[in-house]
C-alpha cells in the first residue's frame, strides 16, 4: 500500500522555536506538496516541490521554508513558530503532471503556545 | 485562475435519505477533477478522478458526475459511517497544482 508518512501527530512548540515537520513518500513520486487546513479557510498551499533539491513558493510561503535533499523526503521548517501557525499541516505527493490526484498524510496537528 | 466552490457547506441527512453535493469550477482546461472524502483529524483520502463531461464513477453507496461546469457527489442511502468532509478540487493545464473547494461536512444521523 502505498504511503505518505508524517513524523508526528501531534506537536506542541514554543513561540519562537524553530520546528521541523518531516515528510516521506514511498512511492517514487517526483512531486511534493505542503498545505495547512484551518476551518473555514479549506487547504492553503505553502511550498511545492517537482524534483530534488527545486522548491517553489505556494500561496502562504511567509514564515516558513522547506527542505528537499532526497526525492523521497520533503521537510517544511517553521524558522521562528507563531501562535498564528497553530494549524493542521499536511504533506501530499503525486507523479509528475500530477493527473493521477495526489496521495495526503495523516497530518500533523502543531499547536504553538 | 482556477477556483472551485461547494455547496452547501454542511449538510445533514438522516440515515436512508439520498442526497447530492455540488462542486462548481472554473479552470482552463481541465485535465482532471477530484473527490476526496477526509476524516476529522486524519488527512484526505482519495474517491474518484474525472477527466471529461459526462463521465460518472461510482464506489459504494458514492457516485461522482461530471459537466463541463459542475460535479455531483451523489449520496444513496447514507449511513451515519458516510459522515465526513468531501472535498473537490480540479488541475488545470499543464499545472501539477490542485485548487481545493472548501469542503462540504456531511453528518448522517441514525
Known sequence: DVKVTQSSRYLVKRTGEKVFLECVQDMDHENMF????????????????YDVKMKEKGDIPE???????????????????????TSMYLCASSLSGGASGYTFGSGTRLTVV | EDQVTQSPEALRLQEGESSSLNCSYTVSGLRGLFWYRQDPGKGPEFLFTLYSAGEEKEKERLKATLTKKESFLHITAPKPEDSATYLCAVQGGANSKLTFGKGITLSVRP
Open chain 1, 34 to 49: 505542503w498545505y495547512r487546513q484551518d476551518p473555514g479557510l479549506g487547504l492553503r498551499l505553502i511550498y511545492f516541490s
Open chain 1, 63 to 85: 514564515g516558513y521554508s522547506v527542505s528537499r535533499e532526497k526525492k523521497e523526503r520533503f521537510s517544511l521548517i517553521l524558522e521562528s513558530a507563531s501562535t498564528n501557525q
